[in-house]
């Protein structure tokens, strides 16, 4: 603690006799009685703003905090709380104890491949047929003609139309119905239109495996492991612990140097209490247990095997597709058509134009053609050729070196420990006092502390000895500060109105 500290504390001491002594002088609230007038009351409400507590030379700057004129303030002394707790020390560190098993080994028979399994291509050949088809060579025809003749004009669509128009239902007309008509022949030109007579194929060859014998390293002992426990090391620590860590306490000063004149006379010093410690041995690990490994080469032997180098494989020459021209015919033009009807005998013949027309239907021209087509393709058939196997005795691992640890558990020891919770303080705590203490206003007190359950003695007005011993009772199951005053948060508490 430093000198500016104790100084500020001896202020504080000063400054709490010194404002207990003014309480004390004023009137404050702890076993007087006060009449309840009026007029008493509303002369010390008014000189409250004028007489709000000053600085003095005892008291200097340490004031209440907010203080409010007309109300009165305490300094009390907080003691410091404390909290005793076990607290659980190790003194020996966790370790493991670790057992070697040792890797297991067994001869077993092993079958090594010495010859590569591989194909061999056969060819197949391609199956060949023949089909008929009927191709078109002249499309069906329906037509209007002048005439009834092979070589006769079709009828125009104006005359058609006009013929329909007439009365004459064209669609319902059979093949060769006449009409009056005039023609003009529609033209021809001889086509030719290429067919395919045999499709475009391939020619397969067969290219065989090709081999060669190498010497191959095959295994005949794996790899292993060796495992060696490694102990642990152990060493011996002290540490030095806190038994009651350093706090602070007011204690009563004495001296002719400690008096104050305008104070009560009671002085009181903080001062230091430092921490005490006490000292634990305990065993702890250096180095923690472990294991070493010892590498185990694996062991080899070389055999002469046989070995594919290249795959049997095929190659396909293509074969050109055939094809056959076949000549038709075209239609190139339309005729000009101009006709009327000719055997409706409901008309007469003066209405006739001269035109004739008829109507002619040609089938379809047809000629069927004959064509090689391939029914299966040719391919190849593939030949599996099993591969060749030599057994040979090889030493095996069954089971890999384990190590298993044993778990060896921590040692503790219960250490008490004395912890401060709190340190001790003095504090501003708001009262009753002349200016806010009426008879109404202790018998309100004494009404709340009677109706929750502590006896406050006759409801008289006068805060005596059983009144205040309620009020402490209120305070302790309220966790409210106890004091010997009537303090603002008590009053506050009780549902009485400070005002």
Known sequence: MTTQSRKDIRKLSVAAMALCGMALASGCATTNTYEDTDASTAQENRVAPSEAPRKTEASGEFLPPNAKPGECYARVWVEPTYATQNQRVLVKEASEKIDIIPAEYDWVEETVEVSAASTRLVPVPAVYGTETESIQVRPATREWLVDNK??????????????????????????GMCFHEHYLPAG?????????????SEEISI???????????????????????????????TEKVIDEP?????????????????ATGEIMCLVEVPATYKTITKRVIKTPATTRVIEIPAKYNTIEVRELVSDAREERSPIPARYKTVKGEEKISEGKLVWHEVRNMAHPTSTRTGAKICLLEKPAKFKSITRRVIKTPASTRTIEVPAQYKTVKVRKMVSQPQEKRMEIPAEYKEVTVRELKQDGHMEWRSILCKTNMTVTRVRNIQRALKEAGYNPGPIDGIAGPRTMKAVNAFQKAKGLPVDRYLNAETVKALGVSLR
């Not at 092979?150 to 093949?175: C, F, K, Q, W």
């Open 150 to 175: 092979p070589n006769a004009a079709p009828a125009s669509n104006e005359v058609l139309e006009r013929a329909r128009t007439h009365g004459i239902d064209l669609d319902a007309a059979r093949s």
């Open 207 to 237: 290219i065989p495996a090709k081999y060669r014998d190498v010497e191959k390293r095959v295994l005949i002992k794996e790899a292993s492991r060796k495992v060696t426990e490694v102990p642990a090391v152990y060493e011996t620590v």
């Open 188 to 200: 021809y030109r001889e086509t030719a239109t290429e067919v395919e007579v045999s499709p475009a």
């Open 246 to 262: 350093a706090h602070t306490v007011w204690k009563k000063g004495t001296g002719p140097i400690q008096k104050i004149d305008e």
